[in-house]
């Protein structure tokens, strides 16, 4: 037998849109038939939250793979590890009866996210005229390390002395830059050398080669499952920058943030809510009036798992869709909270925008133009019936079947889940 024919499967799932499409609740749902959930960029700045049973668990940093038992869990080079949010989870997750012992592991090759990437952030997005509404968390600041090659990696801890002297750099370069911006040294800093060294041993543990790791189960014929955080429109590259986040969101950052080959992917699925919503600064160009905005907002608890900052809604954007589509390569497509617009008795598309020089069928790459643009709308009748009870497509009430089919015919992209809420048993599968 070849080795192509003895490869396993190796699934990427994606945001389509701003980031909060409910990509947790599918890698969950996905997870039962995978071996290893890998998360290949971001960091603690975004959080995915599943529903089981009763309860509620929201992570930042641990695949929600962990919530299935035997599962193994991993955090590919492509992600800015901080390790007081990262065990803070892990410990979380086992006072609650989730036991991730042996089951979760952390690239050698990934970057470390430290307090004064923290206190940095904060101080320049306090200090510049223009708002990104970045969460706080230190993204920027610790990718900005990464790609200016001082940041400190994983694998740099097993070296005690040398990880002491480059974290002293690191915080002293941060003090100069705080300084800079005309802020104090804030409270937290001098400790970090000493409590980040103090988990070192710990972290260390869990450390591996998450792409040789992924390699060798791929060709044992293994299921493999990479999940991003946000969105494509908050794509370092391909987004509404500079509105976006500090990594490459998109499937083709899959395989360099968990360190496998292009080719080794299979599946490519998109997550997207049948609405839009967008949480930060920066436009959105199908945002609804402040009545409407209020009750979708509330309808589909549209707030941030890890700042609970309100979320502002938009009917769906075709266009931004269609845009997805292509940079991501998507081979198939996840609808989720379906049942949120089932209250409503009109619904609308975008399927173009209406600009100076013309209507545009295309997403610009002009962020400033993308502001200023009217959203040519497509009328769609509502269904005005619960769809929260469905399992099969055909079910669905006729309008709501008719509204999922325009959306697969927009985004030419074939619809293979549809999600009507928020427990794993809400799901729809379509093939």
Known sequence: MSDAASMGRCTVVVGGQWGDEGKGKIVDVLAWEADIIARFQGGANAGHTVHVGEEEFIFHLIPSGILHPGKRCLMGNGVVLDPFQFF???????????????????????????????????????????????????????????????????????????????????????????????????????????????????????????????????KAGKMILMEGAQGTALDVDHGTYPYVTSSNTTAGGAAAGCGIGPTAITDILGVMKAYITRVGEGPLPTALPPDMDEKVRTLGAEFGATTGRPRRCGWFDGVLARYSARVNGLTGLAITKLDVLDTLPELSIATAYRMPEGVAEEFPADTGSLGKVEPVYEKLPGWEASTKDVRKLEDLPYHARSYLDRLQEITVTPITMVSVGTRRSQIIRVS
């Open 88 to 218: 803070k989870e892990y410990d979380a997750a086992a006072a609650r009866g989730v036991d991730p012992e042996g089951r979760v592991g952390v690239s050698l090759r990934a970057q470390l996210l430290l307090p004064y990437h923290r206190l940095l952030d904060r101080a320049r997005e306090g200090t510049s005229p223009q708002k990104i509404g970045t969460t706080g968390r230190g993204i920027g600041p610790a990718y900005e390390d990464k790609v200016g090659r001082r940041g400190i990696r994983v694998v740099d801890l097993k070296d005690e002395a040398r990880a002491r002297s480059l974290l002293e750099e690191g915080l002293a370069r941060a003090r100069r830059r705080l300084a800079e911006l005309g802020q104090a040294d804030l409270e937290g800093s001098e400790e970090c050398v000493g409590e980040t060294l103090a988990l070192r041993e710990r972290l260390l543990t869990l450390a591996t080669d998450v792409g040789l790791e992924i390699h060798r189960a791929l």
